[in-house]
């Protein structure tokens, strides 16, 4: 699978060991297998401005993903990565679009409403759970979190497992393997060099 970026998008300006993990964190969304992906930053965190700006510099003219500083009501800040093409997928499943709606979502499946309310809901010191959905969790894992429908617990791995763990555990693997497969290319890449294969 080719993942050369046909805009030669995100000059890199930094050289951050703080980028290169957060890259590798955002494997399975910049290949595609996961379409969101959030991470935090406390407001206790010495380096936050810093993380920030490294952020900016290295994604602002990213075509492949996008992202959003969320602050938070004790000063951190969540940052919410998405690839647009993975969740249209994602919201393509009617399933997923009814349990949306049923929890006040629109109904008219636009991805940045979707997006948008998602934002809006993680502002709030309130947790928004469906984000499971977003994150390219199984729905009856997400269902079975928030207490809907008759799941068994199975277990954990990266969240946690309701119901008949096979498409939980194949949803991982891919995650964990394009994660891998970023890893393999930071190692072999300084940050300029990956701009041009991101």
């Known amino acids: 699978m080719s993942i ?4 030669n998008c995100c000059k890199n300006e930094t050289n951050s060991s703080y980028i290169k993990w957060v890259i590798e964190v955002l494997g399975p969304v910049i290949l595609g297998s996961k379409p ?8 206790k965190d010495a380096l936050k401005d810093d993380k920030l700006r490294n952020i900016n510099l ?37 399933k ?10 629109p ?20 947790f928004p759970h469906e984000i499971g ?11 079975g979190f928030m207490g809907y429908g008759n799941y068994k617990f199975h277990g954990t791995r990266a969240w946690k497992i309701y119901g008949n763990p096979d498409i939980s555990y194949e ?10 497969k970023m890893e393999n290319l930071i190692k072999l890449n300084n940050l300029d060099d990956l701009m041009n294969i991101i």
């Open 107 to 126: 109904s008219n499946n636009d991805v940045n409403e979707y997006i948008n309310l998602l934002v809006n809901k993680l502002h709030s010191s309130e």
């Open 96 to 105: 997923c679009i009814s349990f949306l709606e049923f929890i006040g979502y």
């Open 171 to 180: 949803t991982y693997d891919k995650f964990l393997d394009h994660r891998r």
């Open 4 to 7: 050369h970026c046909k805009h």
């Open 36 to 43: 969101c992906e959030i991470l935090n930053i406390s407001a």
């Open 58 to 94: 290295f994604f602002r003219n990213c075509f492949k993903i996008s992202y959003k500083f969320i602050t938070m009501y004790d000063g951190g800040i969540r940052i919410l990565f998405i690839n647009r093409s993975s969740l249209s997928k994602v919201l393509e499943n009617k």
């Open 133 to 143: 959905i977003f994150l390219g969790y199984p729905l009856k894992d997400v269902l």
